[in-house]
């Protein structure tokens, strides 16, 4: 940027060095912010955007846990494509020092570490046994299935994919929504590469999430009433129910804070619709026990009580 700037205005060799001198400082500066003892702010931010099942995930465990913790909503793929960061990230703050978990099974582990003595019963839901985890991994990869079918549907229709990234929500950053909204093509070509998107991989992903979603329902078929089979929920439960907010649309998904984003208003594609039908005659116990999730368990936070 720099250069430019002298090129533009056709600098001296003295300007050009009091430049270069005062971004220095500007750049140390922002350096010594990070470590400042005043630095005011949250202990716990959680950086999304309103319409991401895996968000969801973290944010409903984070209402359930009770903890406090501040959500910065950005517009959707901004951060993906232009920052390198991908949704949910935790932001923790320990006295000076601000780390940063960006991986949602990571969060969770956090959050476990951090609360589980402190919180004891309360935390017990995210206990992360060796049946809960390996059943988490196949659950992630359901969630990328859900990206590449819903990306697959929703792409072709500006509005709507519009909508789902917040450009429809006056509470985000104008110039996100109107970086979103200008650099649409573009991120719509960037998204269908991410995803490999196409006829094949529709395919494909299609009979994958079935077959995961077959699986389910079989476990389900003892009459258990938690996937693991235990009286109270763990987070395997949140995150199954989350994950599948994308073709259940369950009633309260987001727990209130992803209302702006939920396609209400909007036709369902056809062929979308499609599915999700085809998928709820298929898999009735799945969709019972994500709706009953939603509804007797997806507290918002202010409904937890403190320790
Ligand atoms: N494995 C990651 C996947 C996260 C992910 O794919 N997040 C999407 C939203 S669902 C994202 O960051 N999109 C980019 C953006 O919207 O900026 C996790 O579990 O957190």
Sequence with gaps: MLPL??????????????????????????????????????????????????????????????????????AGVLG???????????????????????????????????????????????????????????????????????YHHILPHRSLTLHAWGCDDPSLPGWQRGIVRLGFPLLRTLMRRAFSLGATTHDKTLARAGDFLQVIEERLEDGRTTLLGGPEIS?????????????????????GKADRVTPHGFEVPAQMQAEVDAWRQCFPRVVALVERLYATERLPAAAVRPV
């Excluded at 309103?50 to 846990?65: N, P, Q, T």
């Excluded at 959050?111 to 985890?133: H, K, Q, S």
């Excluded at 987070?235 to 727990?255: E, H």
């Design 235 to 255: 987070f395997v439960d949140i995150t199954f129910a989350s994950l599948s907010g994308l073709w259940i649309f369950p009633d309260n998904y987001g727990g």
């Design 80 to 150: 993906a494509f232009f920052v390198g960061r991908t949704v949910p990230k935790l932001h923790v703050r320990t006295g000076m020092v601000i780390s940063a978990i960006g991986n949602s099974s990571d969060i969770l582990r956090y959050l476990w570490g951090r609360y589980a003595t402190e919180y004891g019963e309360r935390a017990a839901f995210l206990a992360p046994t060796a049946e809960a985890l390996e059943l988490e991994k196949q659950l992630d990869l359901y969630g990328r299935y859900m990206q590449q079918w819903i």
């Design 5 to 74: 700037i002298v090129a533009v205005f056709g600098l001296g060799f003295g300007t050009a060095l009091l430049l270069v001198f005062a971004l220095l400082l500007w750049r140390w500066g922002l350096s010594l912010q990070a470590i400042l003892p005043s630095r005011a702010g949250p202990e716990l931010c959680l950086e999304t955007i309103g319409a991401s099942h895996f968000v969801e995930k973290v944010r409903w465990s984070m209402d359930r846990l009770g903890v406090e913790y501040e959500e910065r909503q950005n």
